[in-house]
């Protein structure tokens, strides 16, 4: 339904109380409505119990509570379950609850499409059609949370932005949806239990770190040369690798925090001793961690993963060089919900 109401979680928590004031009521009343629409992610004014009818209906006069929907909901042979997720205006966009017996981890996307044009990533195919407001990211997470209670009896302990998108072209949004997750009026979780995973946009690395953010950031790298990167991420040639490089030493230099460098080794793509050594080299700029990610096929016979051997020569090469490395097996396959996989198929 179209309506020209305003969506009230765009408000402040000072722009609600101001608005109380306004209508003649206590700005405490302010707070409440804060705490519903936050803290216990409330979908509908009724929800509201503690704010009597009058004040409800006045509510629903003056706004609605866009939020999302979980349209359909699929469970994979290893636990993975993914989420088709409607938004407002029916677009759809997914999200990943991976548990694991440590952790149960939210995959929450940024953007509906993608603004980057990585060749190997099914998402790319879509476009970017829009970017996602911090609700609708706030919202991803409440339901993987409240899916992660019911099924596995756990909360929600980490959450990577590795869904669809690019979250540092979103990157506004993604903060205030961090902000929310993270402050005790929100979920209050720790932003150390939270990655952001970026295909690398030098300038907005920069600006995170000026920021002074406290989660963790990913790189997904998956090659160490110009050359070979832009022939995959073409975007590469306008953000090329030294000023990727610059701007992860300043991240370093701000932060001290390390940086995950995401990596899929492709047969005749990165499979070199040439490719191994650019990448040892590069992971040396700045104190690193490196994921190997499984390649999960999207239908391009471009790309395919290399073979066993390959990955042995990468790890024993890393290992060497005491580079931390770690395989990362691939989730949820055979719903199409592993890293590359979304692209609202169904
Ligand atoms: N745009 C962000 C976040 C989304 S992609 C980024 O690029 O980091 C999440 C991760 O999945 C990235 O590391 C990406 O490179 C990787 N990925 C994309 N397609 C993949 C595929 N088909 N198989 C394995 N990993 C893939």
Same mark, same amino acid.
């Not at 704010?51 to 349209?71: A, G, P, W, Y």
């Given at each position: ?18 608005f109380f004031i ?7 009343r302010?707070?409440q409505?804060?705490?519903w629409?936050?803290q ?6 009724e929800d ?5 009818k ?13 939020? *999302? ?11 993975? *379950? ?7 205006d029916g677009l ?5 609850l991976i548990p694991?017996p440590t952790r149960?981890?939210?995959c929450?996307?940024?953007?509906v499409g993608?603004?980057? +044009?990585c ?19 706030y919202d ?9 209670r019911?099924y596995?009896?756990r !909360? ?6 590795m869904?669809m998108?690019?979250p ?10 961090i ?5 005790p ?15 690398g946009i !030098? ?6 770190? +000026? ?5 963790n ?8 040369t110009d ?6 991420? !073409?975007?590469?040639?306008?953000f090329p690798?030294q000023d990727?490089?610059?701007s ?7 932060t ?9 080794i492709w047969?005749?793509?990165n +499979? ?14 700045v !104190? ?7 390649y999960?096929p999207?239908?391009?016979v ?10 042995e020569?990468y790890l ?10 770690n ?7 055979d ?6 996989q979304?692209?609202?198929?169904s």
């Amino acid at each position: 339904m179209v309506t020209n109401k305003k969506d009230i979680r765009a408000l402040s928590k000072q722009q609600l109380r101001d608005f109380f004031i306004k209508q003649g009521d206590k700005s405490f009343r302010g707070n409440q409505v804060y705490e519903w629409l936050w803290q216990k992610a409330a979908h509908s004014f009724e929800d509201m119990t503690n704010i009597s009818k009058e004040t409800r209906q006045m509510l629903e006069d003056h706004f609605v509570i866009n939020h *999302i929907e979980v349209d359909s909901m699929q469970r994979s042979s290893d636990g993975t *379950i993914k989420n088709a997720v409607r938004l407002h205006d029916g677009l759809i966009v997914e999200s990943v609850l991976i548990p694991t017996p440590t952790r149960t981890t939210a995959c929450v996307s940024s953007q509906v499409g993608c603004s980057l +044009d990585c060749k190997f990533c099914a998402t790319a195919r879509l476009k970017r059609m829009r970017n996602l407001n911090p609700d609708e990211i706030y919202d991803q997470v409440i339901a993987i949370d409240n899916e992660s209670r019911h099924y596995y009896n756990r !909360p929600l302990s980490n959450i990577v932005f590795m869904g669809m998108g690019e979250p540092l072209m979103n990157y506004n949004n993604v903060i205030k949806a961090i902000d929310k997750i993270t402050s005790p009026e929100g979920l209050g979780m720790s932003p150390r239990r939270i990655t952001l995973s970026t295909s690398g946009i !030098p300038k907005m690395i920069k600006k995170m770190a +000026d920021d002074g953010v406290k989660f963790n950031l990913a790189v997904s790298l998956h090659a160490a040369t110009d050359q070979v990167r832009t022939s995959i991420m !073409p975007f590469n040639d306008t953000f090329p690798l030294q000023d990727l490089r610059e701007s992860l030493e300043y991240w370093y230099a701000k932060t001290k925090r390390k940086i995950s460098y995401e990596y899929v080794i492709w047969k005749g793509i990165n +499979d070199s001793e040439a490719d191994i050594q650019a990448f040892v080299k590069f992971c040396k700029y700045v !104190p690193c961690k490196v994921n190997i990610i499984e390649y999960n096929p999207i239908g391009d016979v471009h790309f395919q993963q290399a073979s066993p051997k390959i990955l042995e020569r990468y790890l024993t090469v890393l290992e060497q060089n005491n580079i931390v490395v770690n395989v990362r097996r691939s989730r949820g396959k055979d719903i199409d919900a592993a890293c590359g996989q979304l692209a609202n198929k169904s």
